[in-house]
């Protein structure tokens, strides 16, 4: 069975067939030097978010989410993680091309913002920029903890141009229900770009 989206282009997609498993847009949002991008979460069983080039305002930065249980006015829910990364420099550097595991972006029982990207950080560059995607699992449980899958790629920032692609994953350890989660930099504004967030029963 051959299965057509309606747009070609994931940022304009609306919807997706039932036969992936009704897969369905509930919001976007486009950065415009953005101090942080919120979304309402809701009873479904699975969250995706695409991450469209990402974009940083200033050098350095480490893109971050967290999670709230009470409609925005805090996000602190309580988090453990781990997180691995390919690094690889546009040179071919060998000295730096290499698959790591990050202890410095997992959280142990924390309540701070989770990196979701590992070891170096973001370049601000013109055409520097980050894309991906986010998994949220059973977000409106009562009895469960919650379940997060995310993998980027984006070019790292200071010494040379380079990619990694990281690997990060964790669960919100909290058995309320999780009311919205947001995104955004560790210094500085999310200076363009465009989160999409589909869910998914």
């Known amino acids: 069975m051959i299965t057509k989206l309606n747009n070609k282009a994931v940022a304009n997609v609306t919807s997706i067939p039932v036969a992936l498993g009704d897969m369905v847009l509930v919001s976007s949002a486009t950065a415009s030097s953005s101090a942080s991008i919120e979304f309402s979460l809701g009873n479904y069983k699975e969250y995706k978010f695409f991450f469209v080039n990402i974009h940083p305002s200033v050098d350095s930065a480490i893109f971050e989410m967290n999670f709230s249980t009470d409609n925005g006015s805090n996000y602190n829910v309580t988090k453990t993680s ?11 550097n060998n000295a730096y091309a ?4 990050d202890s410095g972006r997992d959280l142990a029982q924390s309540t ?3 990196a979701l990207i590992s070891r170096n950080e973001m370049g601000f560059s013109n055409d520097d920029n980050l894309c991906g995607s986010l998994n ?4 409106s449980s009562n009895i469960f903890v919650k379940h ?3 993998n980027t790629s984006f070019v790292v920032a ?4 380079a990619n ?11 058995t309320s229900a999780l009311t919205n ?3 955004q930099m560790s210094s500085g504004n999310i200076d363009a770009g465009k989160i999409l967030m589909f869910g998914i029963n």
């Open 112 to 114: 701070s913002n989770q």
């Open 136 to 139: 949220l699992f059973n977000a």
């Open 148 to 150: 997060f899958i995310a």
């Open 82 to 92: 781990t997180s691995f990364g390919a690094r690889n420099r546009e040179d071919g």
């Open 181 to 183: 989660i947001k995104f």
């Open 164 to 174: 990694i692609n990281n690997f990060t994953a964790g669960y919100a350890n909290t």
């Open 158 to 161: 200071s010494y040379a141009p």
């Open 98 to 101: 290499d698959l790591s595991y």
